[in-house]
């Protein structure tokens, strides 16, 4: 435990340290690059706030609503079947959605069950193993202008289930006893 | 396609609340998750403004185009439409390193770099092969030490925070592999319908 969280303290100043020292032995305008870049940051953010704000709405309009509940109870009970256990349905399905809702809904698992239950640990792994694809494509897509974006939910989205019943198989192995 | 999934999300939300009373709750969710979304916003625009500065420095030093240059048999694999030395490379090594090491903040700003470079390939606003599998990687996740569970894990007693970092790699690692797979089969699925 100790070194990890040395390493993930030291880590990003260190990179930071590295890229100045590269620039300076370089005699690179290190400041004034540094201001260059970091404007295009404020109109990438700008131009990032409808594309997010759109579906945030649209995605709380659905859970506030109680839909988002009605179609977990839905599929819990096949979900159920297949060896899904029915505690972390709700875990699996906004996790693609909304990054601090999942987060949230792992905090609160973990909490009831205990980070050392089986629900504890499978909701940690899933928390980790995979990410928010509705963010990640709204914001990639969105911040370049992408009308058409093919098949990335698509692709996104398997990989979303794939990665709940990966979790379940491989946390049901690691700590079977 | 994300027309119509943003448009029945609300649509669905709307009509389900008419039927079970929770227009109340959808009614203030509208307000709250909209402040929500520049709330978001205003919290990344720190983490973009510092990380593309200095990843401007990091570009001109020449420290992208060495990363790319280490890394590239492993990566023109992944994406053979981007010519071998172009910067998009490095934008995606620096987007995938910081994932790694769960920056997500310092992820985000270069993964949008590597987009534009790709935008810059394709000139299109139609998603290219090279966009779909970075974004697929990306949502696959790819985590070494997952800090955020670790904190919640510990801040509830666990006996072991951190056992969990095992099954977390060997989950993304398959993941990714599968994301890699389907997104492979779908764009060669692609290729042969265009033919037809």
Known sequence: ?177 | MVNYIWAGLAIIGIIYAMFNGTMEEVNQALFSSAQEAVTLVLGLVSVLIFWLGLMRIAEKAGILSVLAKVFKPFITKLFPEIPKDHPAMGYILSNFIANLFGLGNAATPMGIKAMEEMKKISQSNRASRSMITFLVINTSSLTLIPTTVIAIRIQYESSAPTEIVGTTIIATLLTTIVAIIVDRIFHFRRERKIRR
Do not use: C
């Open chain 1, 1 to 177: 435990m100790n070194v990890i969280s040395m390493v993930s303290i030291w880590i990003i100043p260190s990179i930071v340290l590295l890229i100045l020292l590269i620039a300076v032995i370089k005699k690179l305008p290190t400041y004034e690059l540094f201001v260059e870049g970091g404007k295009e940051g404020i109109s990438m953010a700008v131009s990032l706030l409808p594309y997010l704000l759109g579906m945030i709405v649209s995605i709380t309009i659905f859970r506030s609503s109680g839909a988002m509940d009605a179609l977990i109870d839905l599929f819990q009970p096949v979900l159920h079947r297949i060896g899904i256990p029915s505690e972390i349905v709700p875990l699996s399905f906004t996790r693609p959605l909304s990054g601090t809702a999942a987060l949230a809904i792992t905090a609160d698992l973990i909490k009831t069950f205990g980070p050392d239950s089986f629900i504890g640990r499978l909701a940690s792994t899933m928390q980790g193993s995979t990410d928010t694809t509705f963010y990640i494509i709204t914001v990639y897509f969105g911040a370049v202008g992408i009308k058409k974006m093919g098949d990335a939910l698509k692709v996104g989205l398997i990989a979303d289930f794939v990665g709940i019943i990966t979790s379940i198989i491989i946390v049901s192995m690691v700590f079977s006893n």
